[in-house]
């Protein structure tokens, strides 16, 4: 019985050790998912609503801009050429132009057509907009 004493605290020991040891490697190995639940989710939900009133929320303010407003946030990828006023640089100065002269000219570069001698730069920008952004688009511009 009495040479049973030291390998028994030497594996209490070892589970002990062992323990500390994985206790602190399961924290970084595995972070939990769900690390957002209970108070922290509810305190979440108190501030930003949950995720479906948020996107409610979007589709309602989407639903309710007007026209210049929803060509203001295409307009974003547009900025870096014309400025963010519409007042160029590396493309021409868009302000002053009327919502025709913007929806034309959108319209024929989307359709990969030639217009000035820099026409190419422009066919990437016009392609992926719809008839929507471009009137849109059109909309903001008039409004600079
Ligand atoms: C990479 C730079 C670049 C980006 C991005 C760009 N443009 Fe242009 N844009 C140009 C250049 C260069 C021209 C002149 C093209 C030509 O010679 O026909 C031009 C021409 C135009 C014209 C015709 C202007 C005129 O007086 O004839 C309009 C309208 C226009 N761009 C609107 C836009 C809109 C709206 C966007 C965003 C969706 C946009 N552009 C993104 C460079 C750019």
Not at 21 to 28: F, N, P, Q, R, T
Not at 96 to 107: E, K, P, V, W
């Amino acid at each position: 019985m009495k040479n049973l004493v030291l390998p028994v605290i030497s594996l209490v020991f070892a589970f002990v050790i062992f323990d500390i040891a994985y206790s602190e490697l399961d924290v970084k190995a595995r972070p939990s998912v769900h690390t957002c639940s209970g108070e922290c989710y509810e305190n979440y939900v108190a501030a930003n609503g949950t995720i479906v009133e948020q996107q409610r929320a979007a589709a309602e303010a989407a639903a309710s801009a007007s026209p210049a407003e929803l060509g203001q946030q295409v307009y974003a990828s547009c900025q870096a050429c014309h400025g963010a006023g519409g007042e160029g640089g590396i493309g021409p100065q868009l302000q002053g132009r009327d919502a025709s002269y913007i929806s034309t000219a959108l319209t024929a570069y989307k359709n990969g057509e030639t217009r000035g001698a820099q026409s190419q730069m422009m066919w990437p920008s016009a392609q992926g907009l719809s008839a929507r952004d471009i009137d849109n688009l059109a909309a903001f511009v008039e409004s600079l």
